[in-house]
């Protein structure tokens, strides 16, 4: 008898479904898709290189006259139509790269957990430059990503921070996991590692979540 833990099986990667305006129903037959429908392919396929490289996608692409009853239970019935795990995020135009990068990242992040060390923050940030400074004395490994000049880093910070410190709380840079870990800003990485900065600690009220220590041993 095999006694070996079977492996879990990995998320499945996030879909993004095109319709295009082509296929045949009836005495009716569209060869050449529309301008715009291959406007979109291009987008879609750059933005998969581009912003969401790495990110787990499967692109399917349907002739939307073939198949035009199953986006119209969703509300598309223009193509071309794009949608993000069954939900519409485009018709009836060419797609919006950035919309498209949202909705991937949003539903990625909700699928697949933070691993790894990882301070998202911003070159003009001084608390930036802090918590690298920090992460550089204490040797942590870490991935820096900056937010205005990567928009994926913006939508994967926001939609994973938004959740733990609340809707209406404002997110500012930087924020910080340690080993998937959400620790917060510099003042919360600084207090976790007993790190004197020497700066006083005013109340900025931006966001940060303080994490016990604990969690960092769990």
């Known amino acids: 008898m095999n006694s070996r833990t079977p492996a879990s099986t990995p998320p499945a990667p996030i879909k993004i479904t095109l319709y295009r305006w082509a296929g045949k129903w009836g005495p009716f037959k569209v060869n050449i898709p529309c301008g715009e429908c291959a406007l979109t392919s291009d987008v879609i396929q750059d933005t998969m290189k581009t912003e969401l490289a790495g990110v787990p996608v499967e692109l399917e692409t349907l002739d939307w006259l073939s ?7 969703k509300g598309g019935w223009h193509a071309p139509i794009v949608m993000v795990e069954g939900k519409i995020i485009g018709q009836g135009h060419a797609l919006n790269r950035g919309v498209l990068a949202e909705a991937v990242i949003s539903a990625y992040t909700e ?14 940030c001084p608390h930036c430059v802090q918590a690298k400074s920090i992460m ?12 205005v000049k990567n928009p994926r880093a913006l939508y994967e910070m926001i939609n994973r921070v938004k959740p733990i410190v ?11 996991w340690i080993d998937g870990v959400y620790i917060g800003g510099a003042e919360q990485l600084a207090d976790i590692l007993a790190i004197d900065t020497g700066e006083s600690k005013p109340e900025r009220g931006q966001g940060s979540f303080t994490a016990e220590p604990a969690a960092l041993a769990a």
């Open 111 to 124: 699928r697949f957990g933070m691993s790894g060390t990882h301070v998202f923050g911003k070159a003009t």
């Open 166 to 176: 609340g809707p209406k709380t404002p997110i500012t840079v930087p924020q910080i």
């Open 136 to 147: 550089d004395d204490v040797g942590f490994d870490y991935h820096y990503h900056d937010v």
């Open 67 to 73: 198949n035009w009853w199953k986006p119209l239970f």
